[in-house]
């Protein structure tokens, strides 16, 4: 089945601690992005790749980082310079390069304990 | 700033009646609008597409597009407990980025 997996599911952190989600696609995407949703809130934009080794910043991409090494593979790295990282993280990909429809993996939550 | 502006809810609708949610966006040049569904805990899933101003019918699904009054909806027609979630509604803004609007939380009871 094609899609998009996230792990882990839920993850804690200490102040401090970097941490990495994951996320793979087998849909053949060109594009894959990172959005953090809080409670109440819309989706904000983290990050986003359109092409292999090529990626911009969103909105709020501060205490974030992200590599694209491969189609399939678009992982976010939460440093500790992120202040606030309690949040649930969602991956998406989309078909074409310019925004369409996008597709979500399961998300991860994580919690800074 | 753009925005996409939802009322949070929550809407509270009996079985069978038409469920209406509304969206208002403030960049005049987005073309492309979406809604997600969102049950609680789960990811968002796209649910509808629309392009071009009017109505387009996906089963019980409507979407609605009034780019002069810079205006989206989507209604649920024969609403059951099952579409009870989160509705968010994006627009298209340019330099490809969706920009999402905070949710309507819809209530279907029986």
């Known amino acids: 089945d094609g899609g998009i997996t996230q792990s882990p599911k839920y993850l804690f952190r200490k102040e401090g601690q970097n941490v990495t989600l994951s996320c793979e696609q087998n849909?053949?995407?060109?594009?894959m992005y990172w959005y953090r949703q809080d409670p109440g809130q819309g989706l904000r934009l983290i990050y986003y790749?359109?092409?292999?080794?090529?990626?911009q910043k969103g909105d709020i991409a501060e205490g974030y980082s992200v590599s694209r090494e491969k189609k399939e593979s678009f992982p976010l790295t939460v440093t500790s310079a992120q202040k606030n990282p309690t949040a649930f993280y969602l991956c998406?990909?989309?078909?074409?390069?310019?925004?369409?429809?996008?597709?979500f993996g399961e998300g991860s939550r994580l919690t800074v304990l | 700033q753009k925005e996409v502006e939802q009322n949070s809810g929550p809407l509270s609708v009996p079985e069978g009646a038409i469920a209406s949610l509304n969206c208002t966006y403030s960049?005049?040049?987005?073309?492309?609008f979406f809604w997600y569904r969102q049950y609680s805990g789960k990811s968002p899933e796209l649910i509808m597409s629309?392009?071009?101003?009017g109505d387009k019918e996906d089963g019980r699904f409507t979407a609605q597009l009034n780019k002069a009054s810079q205006y989206v909806s989507l209604l649920i027609r024969d609403s059951q407990p099952s579409d009870s979630a989160t509705y968010l509604c994006?627009?298209?803004?340019?330099?490809?980025?969706?920009?999402f609007g905070a949710g309507t939380r819809l209530a279907v009871h029986p």
């Open positions: 960049d005049r040049v987005s073309q492309s």
């Open positions: 629309i392009y071009s101003n």
């Open positions: 998406a990909s989309s078909r074409d390069r310019e925004v369409g429809e996008l597709f």
């Open positions: 994006a627009s298209s803004g340019g330099y490809n980025k969706l920009i």
């Open positions: 790749s359109q092409i292999v080794n090529d990626f």
């Open positions: 849909l053949n995407h060109d594009a």
